[in-house]
């Protein structure tokens, strides 16, 4: 027995020790590529079924034992190196990219799965009083570990920084709040912002509603309808723009003509051509119709569905009753849809207030006056490397959505009490 | 569903409806058509005058997708953004899927409090989170002289970016198929326990297969909003042209080719086209999918 277990240790150490070797020598952490030998290791030894077992020892005669020992070394030895290889190949420049993809694809997909599956394994190797006391944390572990450092740790640590200095080393109190809201280009970009969230939901809602009960009521032809309305939900925020771009190009009066649709027909009324996306403070809406193109299918889908799930007796009986079409929908279908109405409401609000691509590629929002909270804070953090400032733009946003998280939690505790 | 006599829908409604729609298509139309026009054309004359002479073939070329494709870099962009979505959608699918199980179906201490800042953490702005694993990934990071995180040099590559998206989409996944796990009925679960299924079996052979259309729903959601992002690549990944994705080739080129209409167009289709595609041909399930997170919530 003690001789088996100094086989195992040696199998399982051995590998690990010379990737932590293997690693120094390439100028990496040799304690790093150490755990992750240990780790690796410990999945070949299981995956050739050689860990011991608390109660079920290896089966088979000793050829098979002999034959799993010698898999078990070659996948021990074999399988870190072939890990820390592949982690090379998918920062290597000159390598064929379509290899490196393959290769980057293999091992997230497959990473993800061996992770769970060897977590599994090591607890049926725990005495048998632990196991299911540990085993649902090996179910919820990585999702809590991910959510812990890269979710929870930076919530806390975005809002130290947002009262530290450019470079996030010194205190400055709350000087970065006061730039938050005494820079011109951000109060710009918090009444743009307002703007945003006031007018793209009331829009896309109404819009999506009419339209909802509008198909609603068509024989033939009404899924097509829809689809045709919610077809910009799959296109992302930049191809939008682009799209968009597109319909406000604008050629000055002598350059050639105009592809743009608007300037197009603008000019074909008899006016000179317009370069749409510098109209202050114009520009701003023309920016908003393009979020209320993408959005409007969603609130339209959403509704639908709930106003089909009113029932056809209630909408009958008033109509009997003598109510016009108009009171049957002000009375009657608004009321009963109030609920998912709130809910559409509060998500296009999220998403516009975290609206950002479409500002940032259509391009120089300071010279435009188009400004957003959510552009700001990559400007500053990312484009001029100023982390405080920010931190406190990214603040303001999570502020911004607190009530909702707080609504979220609160019907989240009532729904469980009803179960 | 009864059709009333009040119900049949007149010209008023049909022509409204129709206009609607012509209006929504317009802008997709018009990238599409113009993609397809030589520089020359696309740039000095508005897309609706090929109306007139739609069976003029000289008007029509594929040299824009050859640009495209060749000379801006979108092949490798394509690439890269198959090699950044796939993992990040199946990595916070895997991940919520068993942590969805557990809260569900397995008694552990904290489970009610774990699960309440899961729902706490579904509206976060993911602002919140660009700076700190910036610097995770830049530096590391120390606590009382201990590494707890090492300097693993995550930023600009793939492991970096699908870490990211996986913490962003793991709150909503995880609810979603929480409410869809745990409304399975209790009874298979006690019976496959009774004939000695253990919690992984039980997960990977029964769960699973149950749950497909939630799963469904969901993988469709992520790999779109993955792969129609432009800030966490923005940020984790950058605008290298080894490394960019669709995105951000888009909207580079946006900024610097922004006139030339015949390749621009092209490009955004180029950028539109897996989407499109995923939309026109699992409809029921994207639908399902886009809705399903506020409906629920």
């Known amino acids: 027995m003690a001789l088996l277990l100094t086989i195992y240790l040696c199998l399982w150490l051995g590998p690990a020790l010379l990737t932590g070797w293997l690693a120094a020598e390439r100028g990496r952490s040799p304690r790093l590529w150490f755990a992750l030998g240990l780790l690796f290791g410990l999945f070949a030894l299981l995956a050739v079924g050689l860990a011991p077992r608390t109660e079920r020892p290896v089966d088979g005669g000793d050829f098979e034992k ?10 021990v030895v074999v399988l870190p190196l072939l890990v820390s290889w592949a982690f090379d190949f998918t920062k290597s420049r000159d390598a064929n990219r379509l290899a490196i993809v393959a290769v980057a694809i293999a091992l997230g997909v497959l990473g993800v799965f061996a992770l769970f599956w060897v977590m599994d394994q090591i607890v049926d190797r725990l005495p048998r009083g632990w196991r299911e006391t540990v085993r649902p944390y090996v179910f919820v572990g990585p999702a809590v570990a991910v959510l812990s450092v890269f979710l929870i740790y930076p919530v806390v640590n975005t809002i130290l920084i947002s009262f530290k200095d450019r470079r996030g080393d010194r205190w400055v109190g709350l000087d970065n709040y006061e730039f938050v809201f005494t820079d011109p280009s951000m109060l710009r970009s918090l009444r743009n912002t307002a703007m945003w969230i006031v007018v793209v939901p009331a829009v896309a809602l109404v819009v999506g509603l009419l339209f909802a009960t509008l198909a609603d009521r068509l024989q033939r032809g009404e899924s097509i309808a829809k689809s045709v309305i919610f077809l910009p939900m799959a296109i992302s925020f930049v191809g939008a723009a682009v799209t968009f771009r597109l319909i406000y190009s604008y050629r000055p009066e002598g350059f050639g003509s105009n592809v743009g649709v608007l300037n197009a027909i603008w000019t074909a009324l008899g006016n000179e051509p317009v370069a749409w996306l510098t109209q202050r403070p114009w520009n701003n809406l023309l920016l908003m119709v393009i979020m209320i193109w993408m959005q409007t299918g969603f609130a339209m889908v959403v509704l639908s569905s709930a106003i089909k799930a009113i029932p056809d007796e209630i909408i009958e009986a008033a109509r009997i009753d003598g109510a016009s079409e108009w009171q049957v929908f002000r009375h009657i279908t608004v009321p009963s849809i109030l609920p998912t109405i709130t809910v559409v409401t509060t998500y296009m609000v999220i998403n516009a207030l975290k609206v950002f691509d479409i500002v940032f590629v259509m391009g120089a929002p300071e010279n435009n006056g188009t400004e957003v909270v959510a552009e700001r804070m990559l400007t500053w953090f990312f484009t001029r490397q100023n982390q405080g400032y920010g931190a406190a733009v990214a603040v303001v946003l999570f502020i911004a959505v607190i009530p909702v998280m707080i609504a979220n939690v609160r019907r989240f505790r009532a729904e469980e009490a009803i179960r | 569903m ?31 058509v113009t993609s397809f026009r030589p520089a020359a054309e696309a740039n000095t004359s508005g897309w609706w005058t090929t109306i007139t002479k739609p069976f003029d073939t000289a008007q029509w070329t594929l040299e824009n997708y050859r640009t495209v494709l060749d000379a801006s870099g979108f092949n490798n ?11 990040a959608t199946v990595m916070p699918i895997t991940m919520a899927a068993f942590a969805a199980y557990a809260f569900s179906w397995m008694e552990f201490r904290g489970r009610q409090v774990l699960f309440v800042v899961v729902v706490a953490l579904m509206v976060v702005p993911l602002q919140m989170a660009l700076i700190p694993i910036l610097r995770l990934y830049n530096g590391g990071a120390e606590l009382f002289g201990i590494t707890v995180f090492p300097d693993l040099d995550l930023n600009g590559t793939f492991l970096g970016i699908w870490l990211a998206h996986t913490a962003f989409g793991l709150p909503l996944a995880t609810y979603l198929l929480r409410n869809y796990i745990g409304s399975l009925p209790s009874s298979i679960i006690e019976s496959a326990k009774m004939d000695g299924a253990d919690h992984f079996t039980i997960f990977t052979r029964l769960i699973v297969p149950l749950s497909v259309p939630a799963l469904a729903a969901f993988t469709i959601f992520q790999f779109l909003w993955v792969w129609n992002d432009l800030l966490v690549a923005y940020v984790f990944l950058g605008g290298t042209s080894d490394n960019r994705v669709v995105t951000i080739a888009l909207q580079m080129l946006s900024g610097a080719r922004g006139q030339d209409w015949h390749v621009l167009t092209a490009a955004a289709f180029v950028t539109m086209a897996l989407p499109l595609a995923v939309f026109f041909s699992l409809q029921r399930y994207f639908v399902r999918g886009l809705t399903a997170g506020a409906v629920k919530g």
């Open chain 1, 66 to 75: 002999l034959f799993r020992a010698v898999v078990a070394v070659v996948v």
């Open chain 2, 2 to 32: 009864s059709v009333g006599a009040n119900k049949k829908a007149g010209w008023f409604v049909k022509g409204t409806i129709l206009v609607v729609c012509f209006i929504w298509l317009f802008p997709t139309l018009g990238v599409l």
């Open chain 2, 77 to 87: 962009a394509l690439l890269n953004s198959l090699a950044v979505a796939i993992p």
